[in-house]
Structure formats: structure tokens, C-alpha cells
């Protein structure tokens, strides 16, 4: 009995690629609530623990978002560990553009209807 392979959307032969994710949890309250990544000044604000669908560059972009670690002990200088990436990332498959602009339409529209709901920003400013 043979398996049925989930088939590869396909992609423009010298188009950008794009990518289903899953970014981690954060680790920390000190780390952002969201994903947020920009690549020459465009912007992908992405929900953590969810499947979304990110353009190779953006993919790129998260594999270079590495901080240090230390670790400090009583009476003793900080010592630098390996760095780790801030936004640490499950890839589960590749994706087509259709997938991602309808994805990325849902979730403009999602975030204009909270905006409309609730006013930009956080209650914080106003």
C-alpha cells in the first residue's frame, strides 16, 4: 500500500518561494507577543503557535535574528553563550503564492476589523 505524498504547491520556476511555519511560543515576557519581521521595509506581523505562511525572505530574514546568551555566575565575569534565534521556527511544508496572499488578506482584514473594534495601539496610549 503506497502513501499519498502531500503535493508541492507549485511555484514560479524563478519566483520567490514561500513557507507553511509555526513560530514558537515566546520564551520570556521580555519577547514580543507577536513575530515581527520586516525585510527592506516591508512588514509581517505574525501570530506565535499558529501555521502561517511567510515568503522565503522573510524565512531568511527570521534565520538571522540571533541574540546572545550569557550566563553569569556569583563573582564572576558574564560569559558569552551560543547564540539563539529570538524567533525560533517549525517548517512543516512549502506553499504556493495563492496560499500565502489569501492568508495574508485574512489577516489584513482580521487586524483592520481590531483596529476598527478597539483603536490603534495598545489602552496604554489612549
Known sequence: MSEEKKKV???KPDGPKYWLVKFNARASTAETEDVELSVNGEVLIMQRSEWVIIPDRFKECADHTLIPRFK???NKPRKELAPVLLYPYTEKREASE???LLMKQKGTEALLEH???FGFGSGEDG
Open 9 to 11: 504547491p507549485e511555484q
Open 98 to 100: 495563492e496560499e500565502y
Open 72 to 74: 553569569q555566575l556569583p
Open 115 to 117: 483596529i476598527k473594534r
